[in-house]
Nanobody, 113 residues
Framework: QVQLVESGGGLVQPGGSLRLSCTTS????????MGWYRQAPGKQRELLATISGGGANYADSVKGRFTISRDNTKNTVYLQMNNLKPDDTAVYYCNADPSKWSWGQGTQVTVSS
């Protein structure tokens, strides 16, 4: 059974940085296009970034600020987030693109002064 466990969120001031981790079990991430998503209160879940053997892609809202990476040996996907803004406040999730598995609990990111 597939498990996705997100971690690394927290409270950060505008302009700050966080690194999120998505630890997976039951899958081999190199077989999939993996993605980071977020859901802000009252909004739909949105796809932010994807990574595959062909490289990475980003939504315009995070391009130049966020970097997705993965460690296939650890079956873990990362999201380095720099220059965070209050609009980045949301619960962050990982999954395949398109999503294939049950969502994890996510990790809360709050950007506030």
């Amino acid at each position: 059974q597939v498990q996705l466990v997100e971690s690394g969120g927290g409270l950060v001031q505008p302009g700050g940085s966080l690194r999120l981790s998505c630890t997976t079990s039951g899958i081999i991430i190199s077989f999939y296009i993996m993605g980071w998503y977020r859901q802000a209160p009252g909004k739909q879940r949105e796809l932010l970034a994807t990574i595959s053997g062909g490289g990475a892609n980003y939504a315009d809202s995070v391009k130049g600020r966020f970097t997705i990476s993965r460690d296939n040996t650890k079956n873990t996907v990362y999201l380095q987030m720099n220059n965070l803004k209050p609009d980045d406040t949301a619960v962050y999730y990982c999954n395949a693109d398109p999503s294939k598995w049950s969502w994890g609990q996510g990790t809360q990111v709050t950007v506030s002064s």
